[in-house]
């Protein structure tokens, strides 16, 4: 039995001792809380257990650390309340939570005919959330990974990419398909593939890929909303990976556009453009190169398909480099498509080398750790690229 709660609370300026009542949190708000930390005390124990709480349950403190996971859930669980039309479907979402526990709580709260568990049959239940959406319905069809729609892909691409334009317009299919993409840990060459090139390269689809928390909820949440398919390409390791969430981003109103791209950080030297996890290494990568006066412009895509070009022209023709970074195999693409763009508009003048790419190595994936490391981009080989590029 549980015989007494403390609540601390760490700041970037002082460690504030531990008080009995939560209330008194609310003296704090002068200062932004790094964590809250929860200290459960049981008797004839010498030892605590420490829950770092990461997301925020009240607005007193503005910005809070919302883990990638959680800012998904508070996608679906919003847009679940406010149409009666999204339900979610998949393998294990239900009463399981998630593969991934992205839909947790949400089966408890919405029931069955909202939260629906489906067989191990992507072509089935995918045929079927198509078909719901064609009836006026709104799906969020999850794939426990990206690999596995490699079985529905007959209803991704030829049903639900192309009825709205072999209906003339007048058939709309509202639906996202979302799950993990990429390489993960220890799954070898099966379950390590990047999609975002294979799902971009067809019409009729929205390809989305977020990175940060903010990303994720506000993504996904214009992607339910959302009239024409999309396929929302998730990261396994991001899930449980915590950023701080702005206040604005709390709101059930937050939404980011599909087809916008943003600025991380500010450069002038060189441009790397990424998505999803690669975001957080061009970050990294550009913080060891300003130590060493190189200023690196860092675009996070958030959305692959319709893709932003203007942001990425626009900031070739102030840095005049380009490095492209991508998880995926280097033949045809993320990156080519970027070079592609780049060379036939108008920032192509503005260059002075020529663009790099920065992929994975051209094989399927690896079991072997050292080799799957060595598979996909580090930030040392965004760093040897962008001396590369700059000539230092």
Request: net charge negative; with cysteine.
């Amino acid at each position: 039995m549980i015989t007494s709660i403390s609540i601390c609370v760490k700041t970037e300026k002082e460690r504030v001792e531990p008080t009995d009542n939560l209330r008194h949190l609310a003296e704090f708000t002068a200062v932004t809380p790094m964590c809250v930390c929860v200290c459960v005390f049981q008797p004839n124990q010498q030892s605590k257990l420490q829950f770092m709480l990461f997301s925020c349950a009240h607005s007193w403190f503005g910005c809070c650390q919302v883990t990638v996971r959680d800012a998904l859930n508070q996608a679906l669980d919003e847009e679940l309340e406010r149409d009666e039309r999204v339900f979610l479907m998949g393998e294990e979402v239900a009463q399981y939570d998630g593969a991934y526990k992205v839909s947790r709580g949400l089966w408890k709260k919405y029931g069955d005919k909202r939260i629906i568990d489906t067989p191990i049959s992507e072509m089935g239940f995918t045929g079927i959330a198509v078909g719901a959406a064609m009836a006026g319905l709104r799906p969020i069809c999850e794939f426990m990974t990206f690999n596995f729609s490699m079985q529905a892909i007959d209803q991704v691409i030829n049903s639900a990419a192309k009825t709205y334009y072999m209906s003339a317009g007048l058939q709309p299919v509202p639906i996202v398909f979302r799950g993990p993409n990429g390489a993960s840990a220890g799954v070898a060459a099966q379950h390590s593939q990047c999609f975002a090139a294979w799902y971009a390269h067809c019409p009729g689809l929205k390809v989305v890929s977020p990175w940060n928390s903010e990303d994720a909820k506000g993504l996904l949440k214009s992607a339910i909303r959302e009239d024409n398919p999309v396929v929302f390409l998730e990261n396994e390791l991001m899930y449980g990976v915590p950023f701080e969430m702005s206040e604005e981003a709390q709101s059930k109103d937050f939404t980011i556009p599909i087809g916008k791209a943003k600025v991380e950080r500010q450069g002038s030297h060189v441009t790397l453009v990424s998505h999803s996890r690669l975001v957080g290494h061009c970050l990294d990568a550009a913080a060891v190169l300003a130590k060493e006066g190189i200023e690196c412009e860092v675009i996070n895509l958030r959305t692959i398909r319709p893709m932003d070009v203007e942001t990425i022209e626009a900031s070739v023709m102030k840095t005049n480099h380009l490095v492209t970074v991508e998880g995926g195999w280097p033949q045809f693409g993320v990156g080519a498509e970027i070079c592609a763009r780049v060379m036939e508009g108008p920032a192509f003048n503005y260059l002075d080398s020529p663009v790099t790419r920065v992929t994975g190595v051209d094989i399927p994936m690896p079991y072997a750790k050292i080799l799957e490391d060595n598979s996909v981009p580090q930030i040392k080989d965004i760093i040897f690229s962008v001396k590369k590029t700059l000539n230092v």
